[in-house]
């Protein structure tokens, strides 16, 4: 049973940083590309980073470059998204998820975890 436990979500203000954390289990982590995908009340999910098996190749959406990282340690099974000078609009439940191909379509990856709540003040 796969198994994804984000953690590292919290207020901030804006300007700040967060970095959230996903571990991993119940996979062999290094055989699957990882996502960050967000979704906030009355509004589509979206796909925020994806990183590939080997952390090789990373992608983010235009709304977040140069300002969000992902970034994995497969020694560790964990996946990581450093979030600097976040924004109001940043605010949202933030999910990663484990998928088989490289890419921010939320089809492409079987599993999700609970999420982690980001919340942004102004």
């Known amino acids: 049973q796969v198994t994804l436990v984000e953690s590292g979500g919290g207020s901030v203000q804006a300007g700040g940083s967060l970095k959230l954390s996903c571990a991993a289990s119940?996979?062999?982590?290094?055989?699957?590309?990882m996502g960050w995908f967000r979704q906030a009340p009355g509004k589509e999910r979206e796909g925020v980073s994806c990183?590939?098996?080997?952390?090789?190749?990373?992608y983010s959406a235009d709304s977040v470059k140069g300002r969000f990282t992902i970034s994995r340690d497969n020694a560790k099974n964990t996946v990581y998204l450093q979030m600097n000078n976040l924004k109001p609009e940043d605010t949202a439940m933030y999910y990663c998820a484990a998928g088989r191909v490289f890419s921010l379509r939320a089809e492409y990856f079987g599993s999700w975890g609970q999420g982690t709540q980001v919340t942004v003040s102004s």
């Open positions: 990183i590939s098996w080997n952390g090789v190749s990373t």
């Open positions: 119940g996979l062999t982590f290094n055989n699957y590309a």
